[in-house]
Each structure stands twice: as C-alpha cells, then as structure tokens.
C-alpha cells in the first residue's frame, strides 16, 4: 500500500526521486520494504537503476544460465515469501534444471539445496554496488511476472568476481531503459468446500503413501487445498498445534542438537537447510537463526496456523511441522533430517512430541 504522505511516482524518473527520499530518511531501508512502501513490485523498483548499478539481463533459457553459478564460487543465496526469509551460503554444486520439460529443476550439494519451478521465472537482473558501507555487493536476482522476487545469489569470494562479471556480460539485455511492467498476479482459485471432497478417498490415498513426495499428487488428485488437507486428516494424520510451535521447534532443536530440516519457500522456488540449527533469538516481529552459513528469519506475527502432520512412506512415517500464514500459504516446514531410505530420526520424534 502506498504511503499517504507519498505522491505515487508516475515514472521510472520519479519512483527513483521518491526511492531516494525514503533512503534518506532511512538508509537502512530494504528494498523489498521500499517497495510496499511505494507501492509497487520490487522489480519496478530495482529497473529504476538500470544503467548504473543494475543490469537488466535477457535469458530465453534458464540452463546455460544457471549452469554458469557453479563458476560463482562461495555465494550467500536467498529465497523467501512475505513471513519467511531462508540464506544459505555454500557453493552451488549440482543443477539439474531438466525434469518435467525444462520447468521443474534442483540443486544438490552440501550446502545449497533448492527445488526449482521455474514456468513462472521471468526476469532477471544483476546488480553490482561497490558503495555499500563494509564491502562491495554483488548479485544475480530472478523476479516472476508480477515482479516479486524469486531468488537471489550474492557472490561471496573474489574467485566469483570475474565469472560473475562474464555471466552478466553473456546474458546483458540490449534493453536497459529505466523501468518495469509488472503484470497483475493471478486471482488465486478457491478451495472446494470441505464437503464436496471426498475425505475417504483422500484418507485412504494418504494411508497408502509411499513417498512424501507422491502428498502433492494426492491433493491435486482429490481436489483438496494443503491445509484444508490437514483440516479433514485431523485426528488421523494431523493435528493442530499453538502458533509458538516454529519457535518451540528450533529452540529445542537448538537445546537439544538435532539435525532438521527447514524448508522455505514460494511459488517457484523452495530452499532448504539440512543441519543444527545453534544459535536462536528474537529480534522486534521476527525469530531468527543466526548461525555461520545459515540464517533464517520467521516473521512469527505472520503466523496463523502450525500443523503437525504425519505421512507414511516405505520408509517408515515422516512426521513435519507446517506454518501457514491467514491465506493458507506455507511459510515454512519442519523435518527431521533424514535421507530417502532411511527411517526418521528417534530423537525428531522426540522432539515432536515435546511441543
């Protein structure tokens, strides 16, 4: 929503004049709060500063593209929604960006591990600010259609300054006018009511799960939303719990040394941390972990809902905490850590019960 002591900027020229009064009032302004403060997308905001230091970039096919961060070398990469923020840093070491036609792809490796849906990825740009207090800020940011971002990597080592500079040499759009046009999102479809699905059907196909990932197919099979999903399971294989349950979690997994999982994402692009989780505490509306190559920053007054849901594999049951925000979003889930083949850990089990 647009500040009301703001004149709505009615050009790229103006949103820039605007965007620089808002900075000087707080230089510490991000710029993901600059843009709900002026009102418009994040990516509206960043072409501002195309020509100096931003660079809109042309890219007809994501895998050369992101073939080429393997050569970035140590990079901080972050995914978020509007209640979560995920950054890992590591290096990028497997991308598999083929499967299902070219629109749904993965990194492995040690650190970095994403699930990728990219038929909604749609711009990119690079931005270099060598004026940054404390050190230079390189970085390569993936935007959908509506100018919301999806995905950004930072380059953390002087051995990714140079192929960062010849990735954004290779890819320079010819186009690097101010300015953006963000397309309106898609109204989101309405949940079915709960008693036109067929909750024995559904009930049934999760009873028979063999595989986590085989949950999704399952609620686009039976017509149901994920958490109206969770809502019909409750007593069998789900149960509600008090909305402190994400902070309860990673404290005690703080406490206690269990490795999980942490998955956070948004439309297309998920993030996950598999490891401990050490240092945690409160800052102002957010819960945070801050510990050497991950942090994560829950805005807990987003929360509406926490879940507890149980899914059977061949594996064994694999047991999750999912956080919702008020429109039945997912703003982050929590795992055991484990590997496919092998049981859950006792101690996450464990650890479930406690809250």
């Known amino acids: 929503m647009v500040n009301a002591t703001i004149k709505e900027a009615t050009s790229p020229q103006e949103l820039k004049a605007r965007w620089d009064e808002l900075l000087s009032a707080n230089p510490k302004l991000r710029i993901r709060n600059a843009a709900d403060e002026l009102g418009v997308s994040e990516a509206e905001l960043l072409a501002t500063q195309c020509g100096g230091t931003v660079t809109r970039l042309a890219v007809s096919d994501w895998e050369p593209f992101m073939q080429a961060w393997k050569g970035l070398g140590r990079v901080m990469v972050l995914t978020r929604n509007e209640n979560c923020v995920h950054e890992k840093t590591g290096e990028y070491e497997e991308i598999h960006p083929l499967v299902h036609g070219g629109k749904v792809g993965l990194t492995t490796g040690k650190d970095i591990d994403l699930r990728l849906f990219m038929g909604g990825w749609k711009h990119a740009f690079a931005v270099e600010d060598l004026s940054i207090p404390g050190g230079h800020s390189r970085s390569l940011q993936i935007f959908d259609p509506t100018g919301t971002a999806i995905h950004k990597i930072y380059v953390k080592s002087d051995q990714g300054i140079e192929p960062f500079q010849k990735l954004v040499e290779q890819f320079r759009a010819e186009d690097q006018a101010l300015g953006f046009t963000a397309e ?106 801050m510990d050497p190559g991950f942090n994560l920053h829950l805005k807990e007054s987003g929360i509406d809902a926490c879940w507890i849901v149980r899914k059977p594999t061949a594996d064994g049951d694999v047991t999750s905490l999912e956080v919702f925000d008020k429109d039945g979003e997912v703003i982050v889930q929590f795992f055991g850590e484990r590997k496919p083949g092998s049981p859950e850990l006792e101690s996450w089990r464990d650890l479930v019960k406690a809250i």
């Open 184 to 289: 309106a999102a898609e109204p989101k479809r309405p949940e079915m009511p709960d008693e036109q699905i067929d909750k024995d059907a559904l009930l049934n196909g999760w009873k028979n799960l063999k595989d986590t990932h085989d949950f999704f197919p399952l609620l686009m099979k039976n017509r149901a939303g994920r958490q109206q999903a969770l809502r019909l399971a409750e007593g069998v294989f789900t149960q509600k719990v008090d909305n402190s349950s994400a902070r309860k979690v990673l404290d005690l997994a703080s406490e206690q040394g269990t490795s999980i999982m942490v998955f956070v994402g948004n439309d297309h692009c998920i993030q996950i941390h598999t490891g401990p989780v050490k240092k945690v505490m409160e800052y102002q509306d957010w819960y945070n972990v």
